[in-house]
């Protein structure tokens, strides 16, 4: 670990009897899909790197117990994560995240996990329209966003709305 490392290499995956993973105080901003196969990767420990969003992989691992990702640059937890049962000490200090909200994190990791499970079930996430109905769009809070999406990608079309 501390070696500046960019990448783990996606050979991570065929180490299927790994059960601890650490590289702190690295470069890392992303992680490969293969650690997925992973199965017995209890404890994983990556403080101090570079990762903007949230590994994606880290919730397939259903082994997982610890988790430390503190004094990173990631904003937002996926709801994914709260299907990592057996996940029982999550450390995100030092991150700036706005999702979940401040509050709900000083609670520790139960609270993160009720909170991530409680908006996967009900569908929410911050900024996404809650409701489309023609002539409204609605946020969560209910407020209405400034300005209308551009039809492309990640809009809506006049179509949908009908």
């Known amino acids: 670990t501390g070696r500046k490392f960019y990448t783990v290499p996606d050979g991570v995956g065929n180490l299927l009897h790994l059960w601890f993973f650490a590289m702190e105080h690295n470069l890392l901003r992303t992680l490969p899909s293969t650690m997925s196969q992973l199965h017995n990767l209890s404890e994983v420990q990556l403080w101090n790197n570079k990762f903007d969003t949230f590994p994606q992989v880290l919730c397939e691992l259903p082994a ?22 057996k996940l029982k000490e999550l450390d ?19 609270a993160i996990l009720a909170f991530l499970k409680q908006e996967a079930e009900t569908g929410a ?17 209910g407020k209405q966003p400034k300005s209308l999406p551009k039809i492309g990608e ?8 009908d």
């Open 92 to 110: 995100v200090s030092g991150n700036p995240l706005t999702y979940p909200p401040q509050d709900v994190c000083k609670q520790g990791t139960g």
């Open 125 to 141: 996430a911050p900024g996404k329209p809650r409701s489309i109905r023609p002539g409204k769009v609605t946020t969560e809070g």
């Open 64 to 85: 997982m117990e610890k988790l430390d990702i503190k004094n990173n640059n990631i904003t937002r937890l996926p709801t994914a994560l709260h299907r990592a049962d």
């Open 154 to 161: 990640d809009s809506v079309s006049e179509k949908q709305l």
